[in-house]
């Protein structure tokens, strides 16, 4: 695995200031991680909120690496749909942009996410 892609749930936790969220990516930091997040997920994060918290959000979206989505990764997203029908589309696209990426995916979402799943990390549940 070549870096590491965020889930939606552990930027926002990080925005609402939730303590777990903050050591995740002060551990990625110490270790000099680049850390990505797809297209699909910064959506997420951007998607509710009043326009000071939208502004602040983009402004820490800001300082990762974005994966746009492509044809590539929307084919595995698909796949992946077949695979599991209840995988929502968004979880379906930011499995397959860290999968096609080779990135380790941290979230907390263990339920379309098992913490067991290759490539997968869970470093908090709520």
């Known amino acids: 695995m070549s870096g590491y892609s965020l889930d939606a749930n552990i930027m926002i936790d990080a925005l609402l200031g939730y303590r777990p969220a903050h050591r995740e990516l002060s551990?990625?930091?110490s270790i000099g991680a680049k850390i990505w997040i797809s297209r699909?997920?910064?959506i997420e994060t951007?998607?509710?909120g009043s326009e000071t918290a939208v502004r602040e959000a983009e402004q820490f979206l800001s300082g990762f690496a974005l994966d746009e989505l492509d044809d590539e990764i929307a084919r595995r997203a698909a796949a992946l749909r077949r695979e599991r029908p209840r995988l929502k589309s968004?979880?379906?696209?930011?499995?397959?942009?860290s999968q096609i990426r080779g990135r380790?995916?941290?979230?907390r979402n263990t339920q379309d996410f098992p913490a067991n799943m290759p490539g997968i990390r869970v470093p908090y549940t709520l």
Not at 90 to 97: E, F
Not at 104 to 107: A, E, M
Request: aromatic residues 4%; proline residues 5%; without cysteine.
């Open 104 to 107: 380790v995916l941290i979230t």
């Open 40 to 42: 699909m997920a910064w």
């Open 27 to 29: 551990r990625l930091a």
């Open 46 to 48: 951007l998607s509710k």
């Open 90 to 97: 968004p979880d379906a696209i930011i499995l397959a942009t």
